[in-house]
């Protein structure tokens, strides 16, 4: 079984559904250190025909870990995201998904950081019939830091492949791929860039930009 690990991030890129489309498992890496202003939190949209930054807040109260961080007046941010998406994308090619997710997402009435994630995470993986399970590590109760918690994941889930980010690279090959309970492969995201209107703002949008803005045929042939 083919085995990708990730944090649950905010609107992800594209790319990031790429990984999820080539494994069989995807782990959603919920039980770590949450990090303020990371792609945790933010990513970029087109907001008033430029590329800008759009955050979720989080409660300062908040514990370190991501499946307990709390969203600060999640009603109030979810409205105003709806708002300036909807103005923004009123014109883009798949503008009539619009109501279809914010509805969806309205009804989860959720709190926490990581769920809001997650949903949107799974919405979008639905939408483009991916059809890779999901799994939270805080579900699996493995212990350990960095590499040990990604081999200690991979145990638990019975992993016959390890394909992985290759930001991940570097400590990984410091802990020793030989170490690993299965063979270690580094993903990188076919053609992902091509959709994720890299060439028109200088950065990869996130992944409601994209689905915005290209058809599903033209993501996943591309991904």
């Not at 053609?191 to 599903?216: E, H, L, Q, R, T």
Request: net charge negative; charged share 20%; hydrophobic share 40%.
């Amino acid at each position: 079984m083919k085995v990708a690990i990730m944090q649950p991030t905010f609107f992800p890129w594209v790319g990031y559904f790429s990984l999820i489309k080539a494994v069989d498992l995807f782990v959603f890496l919920d039980d770590v250190e949450y990090s303020h202003q990371s792609w945790q939190t933010r990513n970029h949209f087109c907001i008033s025909g430029q590329s800008q930054w759009l955050s979720i807040p989080v409660s300062s109260s908040s514990t370190t870990i991501i499946k307990d961080a709390k969203i600060h007046n999640p009603t109030r941010f979810l409205n105003k995201m709806q708002r300036t998406l909807k103005q923004s994308y009123s014109k883009a090619e798949n503008s009539s998904l619009l109501p279809l997710f914010f509805d969806h997402i309205e009804n989860k009435n959720i709190e926490l950081l990581g769920e809001f994630n997650m949903e949107v995470i799974d919405f979008f993986t639905r939408y483009l019939h991916i059809n890779t399970q999901f799994v939270k590590s805080s579900m699996l109760e493995v212990e350990g830091a960095k590499s040990d918690k990604v081999n200690s994941i991979l145990n638990a889930v019975s992993a016959s492949c390890y394909i992985c980010a290759p930001g991940s690279r570097d400590y990984m090959v410091d802990y020793g791929l030989d170490k690993f309970c299965c063979p270690v492969q580094f993903y990188d995201y076919a053609n992902s860039a091509s959709v994720s209107n890299v060439d028109k703002y200088g950065i990869n949008m996130s992944i409601f930009d994209s689905i915005m803005c290209y058809s599903k045929k033209e993501i996943l042939n591309e991904i």
